[in-house]
């Protein structure tokens, strides 16, 4: 019980502090609004506000929109006690922005900060009167109205400035003191005219102190100026009532304007006057800048100027039509990620520049390209005015791309245009292998490279007999189709005159082509087929291990065929002197033996006598012994030249698809045009 009684009167103990505690605060919120108030955009604040007045989303306060003879206000809700009895003072800071419908165009009328003893100004008038006066009240002491304005159009019966202008009104429109819009700089020592309508931001400062009047002005980025614009001694103590209300008002006339209020503060002294925070104030929404119109003069001479730019402009868009206009077909969509665009080779060799030429052959010239990420290409252009066949040969060009060997020459893709086929591979930064082989101002190469170069050559024929999805028969290989890369491996190139067949396929016959002395004897009878390669890869070895090509006419009968040429030195036991004697000694008399006698035994006349390309590679590898064979071995040396008089003497068709296929013979893809 005695327990029940105690916590009774704790809980009555806590409940009396708690109101005691809530009366001091209301009597101190009390005083403070009774003293002073800011407002950092007026989201929360509590105000009276008629006519066109509104607050907009955002906190910005609008007095009157671009409406004509309108007005609108705007009140603290509270009045203050201005008793004549006690010390009359007050202190405001506000911003504002005048905004007319059009940037840099008069507006009107203006916005006025007023202390009136009612809210109620509907009774007063528009235009030249802010919101604030009437006719009938004008210059009355019983208005009780004290107006700060800052007003945009002169007012002929106002006695008003020819501008813009500030002014203070005390119980009239017409103003007891006014001086144009500026603000004073320390640092200048003198006035700075500020815009009233130039939608920008504008900081009002009205302070009295029982005796003087002071106003102020400044840009928002400028602090409050150490001297007033206007200052007028006046006792307001004699127009003030008991109960006063702070507000603004703004109207509209024949002239328009946006009138805004930014942010408010206000206090009855100096010391209560909070300071507002000029980085929380809302945005000002200023109108767009509406183009002028044009006089039909202006518009007629524009006209007549544009036309022959237009057709000027339009020449130069058909000639750069024209200029990287390409040939397409709906069959090579599927060759779409093949394709070069013309423009993109144009761009990569400087337009096929001189500076960019690094071959020329009879069909056609080799550009060196740089496409972008440095990735440097060489370009084939070739000529033409045949399109029977090009299905076919572009579906090769695009099988030969998809080969993949470090030993081949990477044919990256085409472009075609009326009358021009490019082709496009990897570039080849050392050339040729025949560069090397027979022009002397390149330095030789050595045994090891010869050696590794064969081997080089002889692993990607393998692969493309054996290892690739499709036998392919490459039919002209030769010194002149090796391409050297930048670290000198050997790159077979040119697959011009490439055959493709499915693995187990009969080979057909086909046509002779290849170049004299690289041709196997029995093309004009049975035609290509992967001894034939074999055959070539025999006389290209012996080409690269003697330096010369296999058939020279300008030498003695009896060294002008190189395959007959070696076997006979064997016969003699000088099979070393085939040697190039630019060598020196720098060899292996058993190696260099081997490699001799497996050039003639890739040659022999008979086709079931060569080794497979496999067996080959082994061979130069030394991983498998040569066969026991003789220069008196049927077929060893025994050299018959195939030329195209003869394929054609006995019937057989010089060409794989009629006109095309001449064009095609002898053009792609070396790397360098050789």
């Given amino acids: 019980m005695k327990f029940s009684l105690s916590l009774s009167v704790a809980m009555a103990c806590t409940l009396h502090m708690v109101l005691i505690f809530s009366c001091v605060y209301l009597v101190c919120l009390s005083a403070q609004q009774e003293t002073g108030f800011v407002y950092n955009g007026f989201d929360q604040a509590d105000l009276f506000v008629d006519g066109n007045a509104m607050i907009l989303p955002g906190g910005l306060l609008q007095l009157t929109n671009t409406t004509e003879l309108q007005m609108g206000h705007a009140f603290f809700k509270q009045p203050f006690d201005f008793d004549p009895s006690s010390s009359l003072s007050f202190y405001t800071h506000f911003v504002c922005a005048l905004v007319p419908p059009k940037l840099g165009a008069d507006g009107g009328h203006g916005i006025a900060f007023v202390v009136s003893p009612s809210m109620d100004l509907s009774h007063a008038y528009a235009t030249q009167y802010m919101g604030v006066f009437n006719s009938s009240t004008t210059g009355t002491s019983s208005s009780h109205l004290l107006a700060i304005e800052l007003d945009t159009v002169k007012t002929v ?101 946006n009138h805004y209020i930014l942010g408010w503060s206000f206090g009855r002294s100096k010391e209560v006057l909070r300071t507002l925070d000029l980085s929380k104030l809302p945005q000002v929404p200023l109108p767009r800048e509406e183009k002028k119109k044009l006089p039909p003069l202006l518009i007629g001479l524009v006209v007549l100027l544009v036309i022959p730019v237009l057709m000027i402009l339009g020449g130069v868009y058909l000639y750069r039509r ?36 690094i071959g020329k052959g009879g069909f056609g010239e080799v550009y060196k390209g740089t496409l972008p990420l440095n990735r440097h290409i060489a ?13 076919q040969f572009v579906a090769e060009v695009v099988t030969m791309g998809n080969l993949q060997h470090r030993n081949l020459v990477p044919l990256l893709g085409y472009c075609r245009r009326k009358g021009e086929l490019l082709l496009v591979s990897e570039y080849m930064p050392n050339g040729s292998l025949d560069q090397y082989l027979f022009h002397d101002q390149n330095p030789s190469p050595s045994w090891l490279q010869r050696i590794s170069i ?9 692969y493309l007999h054996t290892g690739a999805k499709q036998v392919v028969l490459h039919r002209d290989i030769k010194a002149a189709n090796v391409m050297l890369d930048s670290k000198f491996n050997g790159r077979l190139g040119d697959f011009g005159m490439a055959k493709f067949y499915d693995h187990g396929a009969n080979l057909s016959a086909t046509a002779t082509v290849g170049t004299v002395g690289y041709m196997a004897p029995e093309l004009i009878t049975t035609g290509a087929s992967t001894k034939t390669d074999v055959y070539a890869f025999g006389a290209f070895l012996l080409e690269v291990i003697s330096g010369r090509r296999p058939v020279e006419p300008g030498l003695p009968v009896g060294k002008q065929y190189l395959v007959k040429w070696v076997c006979e030195c064997w016969k003699q036991g000088s099979l070393l002197e085939t040697i190039d004697p630019r060598l020196g000694g720098g060899f292996l008399s058993m190696e260099a033996e081997m490699v001799l006698k497996l050039g003639l035994l890739c040659t022999n006349a008979m086709p079931e006598s060569r080794p497979a390309m496999g067996q080959v590679v082994q061979y130069l590898s030394l991983d498998l012994p040569l066969p026991e064979f003789s220069p008196y071995t049927p077929g060893i040396g025994a050299f018959m030249p195939v030329s195209m008089e003869a394929s054609s ?26």
């Fill in 157 to 257: 019966e106002f006695n008003e400035l020819e501008k813009p202008h500030v002014g203070i009104d005390v119980n009239s429109p017409i103003s007891i003191e006014s001086a144009l819009p500026s603000y004073f700089s320390s640092e200048l020592g003198k006035n700075i005219s500020i815009n009233l309508l130039s939608g920008e931001p504008i900081q009002v400062w009205v302070d009295y102190d029982g005796s003087l009047l002071n106003v102020s002005l400044a840009p928002l980025e400028i602090q409050k100026p150490n001297r007033p614009l206007l200052s007028r001694a006046i006792n307001l103590s004699e127009i003030f009532q008991d109960k006063m209300y702070v507000g603004f008002s703004a109207s509209t006339g024949n002239l328009l304007s």
């Fill in 649 to 674: 003497a006995i019937g057989i068709p010089r060409l794989r698809n009629s006109s095309f296929s001449m064009f095609v013979t002898h053009t792609i893809f070396d790397g360098h045009g050789r």
């Fill in 379 to 391: 370009v084939k252009r070739l000529t033409h005015d045949a399109e029977q066949g090009m299905k």
């Fill in 454 to 462: 064969l081997k080089d050559i002889a692993s990607a024929l393998s």
């Fill in 322 to 357: 024209n200029k990287f206009a390409e040939v397409r077909e709906s069959w090579e969509k599927e060759y779409g990620p093949h394709r070069f665009s013309y423009k993109s080779l144009y761009k990569a060799t400087n337009g096929f520049g001189k500076d960019c030429r």
